[in-house]
């Protein structure tokens, strides 16, 4: 194994001149920080780990969002778009997964400004100071940050004079068990991940299998609603909702959500359990999941009393959470319970605020005790499933404005969100806002006590960044 450093280290007084700034992650927000820093004259490289850009989008991209395509596209990036000839997409449409990426990131990835700025296959392992762990503080603010990659070619070291973290949170989900530790035992396929494509190309997994869908957020509802459709086809297939709570809040059927095809998907999964389509095990609290056979045993209590249920497969719905290792060396300033930049977990506590009520906010609420270094799109809200993507894109134009020198701008936050109705009530719990999910209507409402939504199947905006 070879390391690399691309960035030999400076002699002169002022280290960072000439250096970019770091973007990780080439999702909607990384691609959105890219397209401002450029605009304030900044240099940025982006470093994605797949080797396309939205890569965790692609993972969902089956699913249909419930932002349309105004909630979606990132002012700088359309400025850049504007003059290659892009077709704008119909504001009012509901985009799947592979619509952004098709319609979307991979045209504004191959702007003559932004082709350039990402490196692909990179995965970022660490981030620090050059020459500097986390306890040195003399000159700090002055010394260029080190990322150190991993590329296909080996190992990399490069330099910059700022990082923005838009790594997102969608390939580190929460665990089971209620705990939130891992289950004890290997369960290999067994355990599948948020938003199969239970239609297509993951038909055979879950077709006659007793299927146990954990959460109680939008995610699962989606996964319910297709997996419905599926058992209507699939003769044996049947179908367990455990939620930790007695009831489902977070899935109310809300006529004044400003995203009205979200507002409908309470109501569908609503009435398939109360068809009989789906089975609810509510005040169910997991405490592991254990392999039994070619199934799975899930124990734990259920509304204070042990409860086990033996299935096929389970698909986790619980939500997610950021990846901090990389980040072991970075002086961060998170709270303790969301995982957040502690200015911005209590304007963002889902107890508290739905996704439309977040207030404004940048890069005053998101500083870190490291000088120019931010987390920014889903990642900042840590375990807060309130997200919106044009959170994400408010945030990255005031960090970018920070970058410039334009401190007043970047504190002049300014955001318009669509009124909804409360994500969640428990921390813990599932994933909920920007977690793409899908009333699964062209599908599967055929099967569903409730009416069909007046729109196309939908889902959040995003879940990564």
Not at 155 to 174: F, H, L
Request: negative net charge.
């Amino acid at each position: 194994m070879t390391l690399t450093l691309t960035v030999p280290p400076r002699a002169d007084a002022d280290r960072l001149t000439g250096l970019p700034v770091a973007v990780i992650g080439a999702g909607p927000v990384g691609l959105a920080a890219a397209a401002h820093l450029l605009e304030q004259g900044l240099p940025a490289v982006v470093y994605e780990a797949g080797d396309q850009v939205g890569t965790s989008v692609r993972a969902w991209g089956h699913t249909r969002l419930f932002s349309p395509w105004r909630y979606v596209i990132n002012d700088a990036a359309r400025r850049l778009l504007e003059p290659t000839g892009w077709t704008v997409p119909r504001r009012s449409s509901l985009p799947t997964g592979h619509d952004l990426v098709a319609q979307y990131l991979e045209p504004l990835a191959q702007t003559p400004e932004l082709a350039p700025a990402i490196r692909y296959g990179v995965h970022v392992e660490a981030v620090s100071r050059q020459g500097m762990d986390r306890t040195r503080s003399a000159g700090r603010a002055d010394t260029p940050f080190l990322l150190r990659l991993h590329t296909s070619d080996g190992v990399e070291d490069v330099t910059a004079r700022a990082v923005v973290d838009t790594s997102g949170t969608y390939t580190s989900p929460n665990p089971l068990t209620a705990a939130g530790l891992a289950p004890a035992a290997n369960l290999g396929d067994r355990i599948v991940h948020a938003l199969p494509d239970v239609l297509g190309a993951d038909r055979a997994r879950f077709a006659g299998k007793r299927v146990l869908v954990v959460g109680a957020g939008h995610s699962a509802a989606n996964t319910l609603i297709k997996l419905a459709a599926l058992a209507k086809d699939e003769p044996g297939t049947t179908l367990l909702w455990a939620i930790r709570n007695a009831g489902t809040a977070r899935l109310g059927a809300d006529a004044a959500d400003g995203l009205a095809a979200r507002g409908q998907l309470g109501s569908n999964v609503h009435g398939l359990v109360e068809s009989g389509h789906i089975e609810q095990l509510a005040s169910f609290e997991i405490d592991d999941v254990r392999p039994n056979g070619d199934q799975v045993t899930v124990t734990g209590r259920r509304a204070g009393d042990p409860f086990t249920v033996t299935v096929d497969v389970v698909v986790n719905a619980t939500g997610f959470r950021p990846d901090l290792d990389m980040l072991r060396e970075i002086r961060l300033g998170l709270d303790d319970i969301v995982e957040a930049p502690r200015a911005l977990a209590p304007l963002i506590d889902p107890n508290l605020h739905s996704c439309g009520s977040v207030p404004p906010h940048g890069v005053a609420e998101l500083a870190h005790p490291e000088p120019n270094f931010f987390i920014a799109g889903m990642k900042s809200y840590g375990r807060a499933p309130t997200f919106l993507l044009l959170t994400g894109y408010e945030q990255v134009r005031s960090i970018a404005a920070e970058l410039a020198g334009d401190h007043q701008a970047a504190r002049d936050v300014q955001l318009v969100l669509p009124e909804t109705g409360v994500c969640t009530t428990d921390i813990g719990g599932s994933s909920s806002c920007d977690v793409p999910t899908t009333t699964a209507v062209s599908e599967g409402s055929s099967c569903c006590a409730a009416p069909a939504p007046a729109a196309p199947p939908a889902s959040s905006s995003c879940c990564t960044n």
